[in-house]
C-alpha cells in the first residue's frame, strides 16, 4: 500500500487573529511556542465568550458576602465561564463531570439546605436532556435555583442538532412557577443575575455562546416581567433598524428579555401604533417567543397582524453561524427584509 | 458463537489507515477553522482496526440488515470516522472536502440522516450504549449475526444513563454488544478523573456484569486487534466492555496528553509541523 499523502491546504477559516489573542487570557493555552497568528487551542478559544459574564458576576456577588450561593456545571465550567468562580471559592463549586440529570437533582437537593445553587451548563444538555429533572426536582418544589443555559439556538453552527437549542423556550415556558429569561449581552447577564438574586423560586436564563454583539454599554433596567426598549425612532444603533433607517423607516426596537412572563404593554403599544408586530428569536417559531406574543395579541383582541421571525419547522442545516443566521433570514438584513414585507414594500 | 471471519490487512497497513485518519483530521480541521484534534488521534488506531480488519460493513449495500453497526458515544471525533467511510465508499471522497461548509452533510457530529455509513447520530453524551443496547436487541430478535459497537468517551463515564444501558446488556446478555471505552484522560474541564472520579473502571464494568478487557496501550495494534476480536467473538450470555487507555493527541507532539487540544485550530506553519510529524510517525 502507498504511503498517504495529503492534499493541498484548504483554504481554511480562521476564528483567531492576533489582535483577538492579544486580548485574551492565555495563561492556560499550550499554544505558547506556535508560529501562526491563527493557531489556537481550546483554552485561547474560550477567551472569547466574553459576553458570559455569568463566573464574574458570581465572584462578585460572594465576594460581597452571598455565602448561599453555590454553582454547579457538567464538565462545562470553561465553557460556560464558571469556573472562575470555582477557583476563588472552590468549596462551593461543584462540578458534576457529563452528568447533567444527576447535576440538576442535586442543585435541588441543596437548594432544600439553604444555598442558592446556580447551574450552569449548555442550554441543549440543560433544557433539552434535563427538562423532566427541571420540572420535577426544582419547580414543583418551588425550589430557589437559577438555570443559565447557554450557547442557545444555533450559534454552534456546525456542531450540527445535539448542539442546537431551538426548543428550551418553548419547553420551559411551559412549566408552572418557572420564569424564563433572556439576556442578550454581558451587561444584560450582570443585571439579570443581579436584580433577581432575592427573587423567590426558580429561574431559567437563557444566553448565546458570549461572541454576541454588545447591546448594552452598562447594566440595565432589570425585572421579572419588564422589558427595555432599545430604539424608539433612532435613538440606539441597531443592526436592521440601521438599515431601515436608511430607507426612511423608522422602527421601534424593544428587548423583550422576560418571556413569562411577558411584559404586555410594548405589545399593546405596537399594535396600536403600527398595526403590526413582528418577533424575532433564535428558537423555533412553534411554541417559542413568537408564540408567547401571539397569546398575548389573542388574549387581548389586539386589532394587528404578527410577523414571527425564528426558525422554521425543521431542523438547521449544518455550517458556521454566520451563514446559517444568513440562511434562516436572522441576521440584520433578513430582519429588515422580514419588515419591508410587513409594510408591503 | 462461531469464530468471525477476520480480513486480512498488514500491521503496516493498518498503520498506514491510522496515519490517513490522523492527515485527514488536520486537513478537515483546515477546512472548518476548529476541530477536535485530541480525542480524534486518540481513537485512530481503535478505528482503524475496526474498519479495515474486523468490522462486517459493505459500503455498496451501507443499509444492509445484517451489517454490524458502530455507534459514537464520543461523536465530537466524528472528523475521524468520516475519512474511513469515504475511504471504504460508504460516500465520494469529495465529500470531505465539504466539512462543515454551509449544508455540508458532515459536521462535527456524526448525522445518521445525512451520512451513509454512520449507523446512528451522536453528540449528546451518554445517549449511544443505550441505542447500542437497542440494536443488540432488534438484531438478537432477528436472529442476526450483526454485532454492535459503541465507542464511548472516559468523561462520559460520568453519565447516569451508561450504566443504565450497562445494567439492561448485561441483563438480556448481549454477547453481539461490544463497549469500548476510549480513556484518553481529556475532558473539557481538564482530566475527567480530576472533574470526576470514575475509575476503577474494570471493578465497575465487571460488577454490571460485562467480560471487561483492559487494552493498557489502545495505539498498539497488534493488542488493539487481538483484544476487538476476542471482543467481537464474545461466549454465550454476556456483553464486553474493552476499556483502551489511550493518548489525547497521541501522533503530534505538541498536542499530545491534557486538555487543551481537545479543540483547536492550527496556522499554516504549525500545520505543517504536524503533517510531518504524522507523516514521520510510527504510531502502532
Keep these: 500500500m502507498n504511503k498517504y499523502v495529503p492534499q493541498p491546504r484548504a483554504p481554511g477559516i480562521s476564528y483567531m487573529t492576533a489582535e483577538m489573542k492579544a486580548a485574551i487570557d492565555l495563561s492556560e493555552s499550550r499554544i505558547g511556542d506556535m508560529a501562526d497568528e491563527a493557531t489556537w487551542d481550546m483554552a485561547a478559544s474560550l477567551g472569547l465568550s466574553r459576553q458570559i459574564t455569568t463566573g464574574e458576576v458570581l465572584t462578585d456577588l460572594a465576594d460581597e458576602g452571598r455565602d448561599d450561593i453555590v454553582v454547579c456545571t457538567a464538565d462545562l465550567g470553561r465553557p460556560t465561564q464558571v469556573i472562575g468562580f470555582g477557583r476563588k471559592y472552590p468549596d462551593r463549586y461543584f462540578n458534576f463531570g457529563i452528568a447533567e440529570r444527576n447535576m440538576i437533582g442535586a442543585a435541588a437537593g441543596l437548594a432544600t439546605t439553604g444555598h442558592l445553587p446556580v447551574i450552569s451548563n449548555y442550554s441543549f444538555f440543560l433544557a433539552l436532556m434535563g427538562v423532566e429533572n427541571i420540572r420535577n426536582d426544582i419547580c414543583y418544589p418551588g425550589l430557589n435555583v437559577r438555570m443559565i443555559g447557554t450557547h442557545s439556538g444555533i450559534a454552534m453552527g456546525f456542531y450540527g442538532t445535539s448542539h442546537h437549542c431551538n426548543e428550551d423556550i418553548g419547553a420551559l415556558r411551559a412549566i408552572a412557577g418557572l420564569t424564563v429569561m433572556a439576556p442578550c449581552d454581558g451587561n444584560a447577564i450582570r443585571a439579570a443575575l443581579r436584580a433577581t438574586i432575592d427573587v423567590h423560586g426558580p429561574i431559567y436564563f437563557r444566553v448565546g455562546r458570549g461572541r454576541e454583539t454588545v447591546v448594552y454599554e452598562s447594566p440595565p433596567e432589570w425585572s421579572i416581567g419588564g422589558s427595555n426598549c432599545l430604539r424608539e425612532g433612532d435613538d440606539a444603533s441597531l443592526g436592521a433598524a440601521d438599515i431601515l433607517k436608511a430607507e426612511g423607516i423608522a422602527l421601534s426596537v424593544v428587548d423583550m428579555y422576560s418571556i413569562r412572563p411577558i411584559d404586555r404593554a410594548p405589545i399593546r403599544r405596537a399594535a396600536k401604533a403600527n398595526g403590526f408586530v413582528l418577533s424575532a428569536e433564535e428558537h423555533n417559531i412553534t411554541s417559542g417567543f413568537g408564540s408567547a406574543v401571539a397569546e398575548v395579541i389573542a388574549e387581548e383582541g389586539l386589532s394587528c397582524k404578527l410577523h414571527r421571525i425564528g426558525m422554521p419547522d425543521d431542523y438547521s442545516l449544518l455550517g458556521p453561524p454566520t451563514h446559517l443566521y444568513r440562511h434562516y433570514g436572522l441576521d440584520a438584513e433578513g430582519v429588515a427584509a422580514r419588515v419591508r414585507k410587513a409594510l408591503g414594500k | ?284
Design chain 2, 1 to 284: 458463537m462461531s469464530s468471525r471471519a477476520v480480513k486480512n490487512i498488514s500491521k503496516q497497513d493498518l498503520r498506514e489507515k491510522a496515519r490517513m485518519i490522523r492527515l485527514e483530521t488536520l486537513r478537515l480541521t483546515d477546512i472548518c477553522g476548529s476541530g477536535h484534534y485530541g480525542s480524534t488521534f486518540s481513537m485512530a488506531e481503535l478505528v482503524a482496526v475496526l474498519y479495515y480488519q474486523l468490522l462486517h460493513v459493505d459500503p455498496k449495500n451501507a443499509k444492509w440488515p445484517d451489517r454490524d453497526r458502530f455507534t459514537m458515544g464520543k461523536g465530537h471525533a466524528a472528523i475521524g470516522l468520516y475519512p474511513v467511510l469515504a475511504d471504504l465508499g460508504f460516500f465520494p471522497t469529495d465529500w470531505l472536502d465539504t466539512y462543515t461548509r454551509f449544508g455540508s452533510p458532515l459536521g462535527d457530529h456524526p448525522d445518521m440522516k445525512k451520512v451513509p455509513g454512520a449507523d446512528f447520530s451522536s453528540g449528546s453524551i451518554g445517549h449511544n450504549l443505550s441505542v447500542s443496547v437497542g440494536m443488540a436487541l432488534g438484531l438478537k430478535r432477528k436472529k442476526s449475526p450483526g454485532r454492535v459497537v459503541c465507542l464511548m468517551g472516559d468523561g462520559e463515564q460520568a453519565e447516569g444513563q451508561v450504566w443504565e444501558a450497562a445494567i439492561s446488556g448485561a441483563h438480556w446478555g448481549l454477547d453481539n454488544l461490544v463497549g469500548i471505552v476510549d480513556i484518553n484522560a481529556a475532558g473539557s474541564d481538564g482530566h475527567p478523573q480530576e472533574t470526576m472520579k470514575t475509575e476503577p473502571l474494570k471493578a465497575k464494568w465487571e460488577a454490571f456484569g460485562w467480560r471487561t478487557f483492559v487494552l493498557a496501550d489502545g495505539h498498539d495494534l497488534d493488542a488493539v486487534s487481538d483484544t476487538l476480536n476476542r471482543a467481537l467473538n464474545a461466549p454465550n450470555g454476556r456483553p464486553t466492555c474493552v476499556l483502551a487507555y489511550t493518548v489525547a493527541g497521541k501522533g503530534v507532539s505538541f498536542m499530545e496528553h491534557g486538555w487543551e487540544w481537545h479543540l483547536g485550530f492550527l496556522g499554516p506553519k504549525d500545520l505543517e509541523r504536524a503533517y510531518r510529524e504524522v507523516m514521520q510517525g510510527e504510531v502502532g
